[in-house]
T-cell receptor, first 115, second 111 residues
Framework: KQEVTQIPAALSVPEGENLVLNCSFTDSAIYNLQWFRQDPGKGLTSLLL?????REQTSGRLNASLDKSSGRSTLYIAASQPGDSATYLCAVGVAGGTSYGKLTFGQGTILTVHP | DGGITQSPKYLFRKEGQNVTLSCEQN?????MYWYRQDPGQGLRLIYYSQIVNDFQKGDIAEGYSVSREKKESFPLTVTSAQKNPTAFYLCASSRVPNEQFFGPGTRLTVL
């Protein structure tokens, strides 16, 4: 059974700092990996999608990498801002069978960026 | 605007009552999903549907039921058999197996 772990559980940084959020998964037979942002009481916003054949994806100040062989992904946030404060969730997509398209989520990293 | 809508935003249930959560999408996605989120935890999959008139149980389907009669709609019923239904419920859709998009959620509270 796929298990997804996110480290750290919470992170507090001063504005302007570059930071890295970590995600690890136990089964390397994934189809894709998705990073989401969730604000309190809200739904999830998709940030980046990495297909299993890709090594990284970039969107603005965000860069996500994927190393399937080691079961790891990182989300790099450059020049953090108070508006980046949210919970960041990592999810891996299953490959094949009737489970095709299912996502397994980590528990998230709560990020606080203080001015 | 294209997107996913969920209603109601807040829902209160009495003991022994069935309630239905609505999820509608106009993204022309084939697949739809229901997740449950408890405080401080990630999302857990309840049910998912890859095509109209077909759906599969997720990891925590007991006490829940769904239907998929239309491509745009995937309602979730929380039955009285669900012993601990208080949670935040999220609906999502995708073109399998690509990026999933989420609705704003429904917060269900048992009185």
């Amino acid at each position: 059974k796929q298990e997804v772990t996110q480290i750290p559980a919470a992170l507090s940084v001063p504005e302007g700092e570059n930071l890295v959020l970590n995600c690890s998964f136990t089964d390397s037979a994934i189809y894709n990996l998705q990073w989401f942002r969730q604000d309190p009481g809200k739904g999830l916003t998709s940030l980046l999608l990495i297909q299993s054949s890709q090594r990284e994806q970039t969107s603005g100040r965000l860069n996500a990498s994927l190393d399937k062989s080691s079961g790891r992904s990182t989300l790099y946030i450059a020049a953090s801002q108070p508006g980046d404060s949210a919970t960041y969730l990592c999810a891996v997509g299953v490959a094949g069978g009737t489970s095709y398209g299912k996502l397994t989520f980590g528990q998230g990293t709560i990020l606080t960026v203080h001015p | 605007d294209g997107g996913i809508t969920q209603s109601p935003k807040y829902l209160f249930r009495k003991e022994g009552q069935n309630v239905t959560l609505s999820c509608e999408q106009n993204l022309n996605h084939d697949a739809m999903y229901w997740y449950r989120q408890d405080p401080g935890q990630g999302l857990r999959l309840i049910y998912y549907s890859q095509i109209v008139n077909d759906f599969q149980k997720g990891d925590i389907a007991e006490g829940y039921s769904v239907s998929r009669e239309k491509k745009e709609s995937f309602p979730l019923t929380v039955t009285s058999a669900q012993k601990n239904p208080t949670a935040f419920y999220l609906c999502a859709s995708s073109r399998v197996p690509n990026e999933q998009f989420f609705g704003p959620g429904t917060r269900l509270t048992v009185l």
